[in-house]
């Protein structure tokens, strides 16, 4: 519980009354399955992000309207738009 805790982690303790080599086998199995989730979803709202500054920038949108499509269309903070459009428009087109 202390590692799935430290983790951060929303796990099912029911499976905690195994032998202790199974509990931590699937613990981490756990762990791994939802940081690999995590990281799908970060990747996908990144490649989104950069798809619509990339495309807004070569349709000469205005960095307010970018700012607002990405806040629209991944359901961002403006703050959180800002960072995309911030690293994502220096990169060479």
């Known amino acids: ?3 799935a805790g430290a983790a951060n ?4 303790y029911n499976f905690l009354n195994k032998e202790e080599e199974d509990v931590m086998c699937t613990l981490f199995k756990k762990l791994a399955e939802e940081n690999k989730a995590e ?3 970060k ?3 990144e490649g989104l992000a950069e798809g619509i500054i990339e495309t ?3 349709c000469g949108l205005s960095e307010k309207d970018i ?3 990405l806040q629209k269309k ?3 903070s403006l703050q959180e738009a800002k960072e995309y ?6 990169q060479p087109l």
């Open 56 to 58: 807004g920038l070569e």
């Open 67 to 69: 700012l607002g499509k």
């Open 85 to 90: 459009l911030k690293r994502f428009s220096r």
């Open 39 to 41: 990281g799908l979803a």
């Open 74 to 76: 991944l359901n961002l």
């Open 43 to 45: 990747g996908l709202a």
């Open 9 to 12: 982690a929303s796990l099912d």
């Open 1 to 3: 519980m202390a590692v």
